[in-house]
């Protein structure tokens, strides 16, 4: 099909935002308030901080700040993949934390089990279903990378499945499939924006006080209390949680390791009985394949298909701008690929297209600190795998801020930073020229240029 026309009538907003029950905004903060603690940002990152901060000690006082409206920015935008991999992959953790891959992946599947115990705790209906991640190889080349820890797999006791070519397309039908690996417990799909409203509710019904459009404009330290300015009004605290993600930082120091990185996401109108049986997907796994310039793809509650990536966009300059939302180039790409995975469904359309804005940093997972004698933590970096990935960097925070030597804070992942990216104009010169060379290796059957493997052997990478 045209991909013109298949996103004639798509809305330019994000799907899992465009619905009537989105929940009305909460007060702004007025005048001056004070707390134990002040949680801010209102995605993912602040949410399961504020939660888990009241289920740890329920008479404390916790106050959380959103400059907008919850779960308005990545944590509504994204695909809805809740993964247990706390290393944004098996493999990008090996690479950076060998002697700790047992811990870290065990860590991992045991923050999306509580994660899934949380959501029936507290009745929240997000359409978790944990049907798992299929991996699947486009090219030859791929196959090799699918299978290469299948042995440390085993031996972590995870459970994945290698498939065949015949196997991974009687799981899902498509003509571009060589092979693949379903990691079966490792990933759940969900609605985040769901997620994020039941997260506020049950936030609220803890005693957490939530105040939305009420960015945070500046820090002011005296020494015994962390005070947090809106546009009218201030919040005290004797210790403060910093959840922004890639927004400007009230910490200087956060902008020498976090760029702004824009993914995009198309989805399609709900498929036909016809349509879906035509696919197979019965056991409705998440997909992403293995290309450097990776697609991800799953399906909704109501069986329409989530379309995204392939085009991981740094804007030069590191601005971020509403106007970067929409880029129709990249929406007209992934419409044709759409097609090209999945020539069955020619004829469907899509509903909506959108982008959002990453946290990217150059370890592609996230990285943790704190400031301020200790009364201040952070968490951020995460690089498109924070849906789950934020409630362990949650628990992290409160641990650093209570000061406890915890099996989390004792992590190398948690007491190392990532390298720092170069200052403008230079970042804008190596990110884009680091793009286009894994561009060019996913065309030259994985082989990656002198340029790539120089940022392997320093740290220094860009993910797309």
């Known amino acids: 099909m045209d991909p013109l026309k298949a996103l004639a009538d798509a809305e330019r907003k994000p799907y899992w935002l465009d619905t009537p029950a989105r929940p009305e905004p909460l007060p702004r903060l007025f005048g001056h308030t004070s707390a134990d603690l002040v949680v801010v940002g209102g995605g993912f990152s602040g949410l399961w901080t504020a939660l888990l901060a009241k289920e740890r000690d329920p008479e404390q006082d916790v106050v959380l700040l959103e400059g907008r409206r919850i779960g308005w920015a990545a944590s509504g935008r994204n695909g809805g993949f809740c993964m247990a991999t706390l290393t944004h992959g098996l493999a990008n953790g090996l690479e950076r934390w060998p002697d700790e891959i047992a811990r870290l992946e065990r860590l991992g599947v045991d923050n999306l089990d509580e994660i899934e115990a949380t959501l029936g705790r507290y009745g929240i209906d997000c359409a978790f279903e944990r049907t798992g991640e299929l991996n699947v190889a486009t090219e030859p080349w791929q196959l090799e990378g699918l299978n290469e820890h299948l042995g440390l797999i085993a031996d972590l006791g995870l459970d994945h499945v290698p498939l065949d070519r015949d196997q991974v397309r009687a799981e899902l039908d498509s003509p571009t499939y060589l092979g693949g690996l379903w990691d079966r417990r490792g990933c759940a799909m969900l609605d985040p924006a769901r997620l994020a409203w039941g997260l506020r509710e049950a936030c609220l019904r803890l005693g957490v006080r939530v105040y939305e459009r009420s960015p945070v404009r500046s820090l002011e330290d005296d020494g015994v209390t962390l005070s947090l300015r809106t546009p009218h009004g201030v919040a005290s605290g004797r210790r403060v949680a910093l959840g922004t993600g890639v927004f400007p930082p009230l910490l200087r120091r956060l902008r020498h390791f976090v760029v702004p990185v824009y993914d995009y996401a198309l989805m399609t109108e709900p498929l036909t009985p016809s349509q879906l049986g035509a696919l197979g997907w019965r056991n409705r796994q998440g997909v992403g394949d293995s290309a450097n310039r990776f697609h991800y793809y799953r399906l909704t509650e109501d069986n329409r298909i989530l379309w995204g990536g392939y085009d991981a966009v740094y804007y030069n300059g590191g601005l971020v701008k509403p106007e970067y939302d929409q880029r129709d180039e990249t929406f007209t790409t992934l419409a044709r690929h759409f097609f090209a995975t999945f020539p069955q469904l020619a004829g469907v359309r899509f509903t909506h297209r959108w982008g959002g804005v990453i946290d990217t940093c150059s370890r592609f997972s996230a990285f ?36 406890e030597r915890t099996e989390r804070t004792e992590l190398r992942m948690v007491k190392e930073k990532p390298v720092p990216f170069p200052p403008e104009p230079m970042r804008s010169g190596v990110i884009q020229f680091t793009r286009w060379s894994i561009a060019q290796a996913d065309r030259h059957e994985g082989r990656r240029n002198l340029w790539l493997r120089a940022l392997d052997r320093m740290g220094l990478g860009f993910d797309s």
Do not use: I, K, P, W
Request: glycine share 24%; charged share 10%; aromatic share 12%.
């Open 368 to 403: 943790y600190g704190q400031a301020h004698g200790g009364r201040l933590a952070y968490a951020a970096g995460y690089t498109g795998m924070g849906v789950g990935a934020t409630r362990f960097g949650a628990n992290v925070m409160l641990d650093l801020l209570s000061g």
